[in-house]
């Protein structure tokens, strides 16, 4: 009598399977400033008063960590499990900000971050949604924001510029993904810079 033969066939798929699949990768991806992100050139805005805090962005704190969020239904989110941020998207915010007003100093007195010396103006940024989501087949990047300049020395808000974006992925990829944010990001603090580079006057 033959002895039973599936049982051996399965014992060896499972050991091809545990010994020979392909070792897992984690990717990291960056949010960062790029120059050819930007829509198009800020007016000829001068140099304003003064000097300006860049206070390090706030972010809600299901959107705060490494972790990348994917929301799969309207308030449900899942956590990618081999994919994060390279930097948690606060600092990398920051360094967007940072090297945005390094080639466009609109502030004469220079930016500074927090724990620096005593500036004129300050820059505060909330982030109130950033996430990948999944409508039907497709990807989506979402980015909702404030940023508010406020007077530091009178603790007057000077302006304020919200916005909601919402892009269509031309691919699945978390990279696109990546460059998508950074790219609304820019975008949405230059429509900021333009908008209050008008209401503060400029230091002839």
Not at 66 to 73: F, G, M, P, S, V
């Amino acid at each position: 009598m033959k002895k039973p033969f599936v049982p051996f066939v399965f014992l060896a798929l499972l050991l091809t399977a545990c010994g020979g699949g392909k070792p897992v990768v984690n990717r990291f991806y960056v949010l960062e400033y790029r120059r050819e992100a930007l829509p198009n050139q800020l007016e000829n805005t001068g140099h304003l008063a003064g000097s300006c805090l860049i206070e390090t962005p706030l972010l809600d704190p299901a959107f705060a960590s490494h972790q990348i969020a994917l929301r799969e239904n309207t308030h449900e989110i899942h956590y990618f499990s081999f994919n994060e941020w390279a930097n948690r998207p606060e600092q990398s915010l920051e360094a967007i900000m940072l090297a945005y007003f390094r080639e466009f100093p609109v502030f004469k007195g220079g930016m500074v971050t927090a724990g620096g010396e005593q500036s004129d103006y300050a820059i505060a940024t909330h982030v109130t949604r950033l996430e990948v989501a999944q409508v039907r087949n497709d990807f989506h990047a979402r980015l909702d924001l404030e940023f508010r300049l406020s007077d530091r020395e009178t603790n007057t808000l000077l302006a304020v510029h919200k916005a909601s974006r919402e892009e269509v992925l031309a691919q699945r990829d978390l990279n696109l993904f990546a460059a998508t944010i950074s790219e609304l990001f820019v975008g949405e603090l230059q429509a900021f810079v333009s908008k209050f580079s008008q209401a503060i006057p400029a230091d002839e």
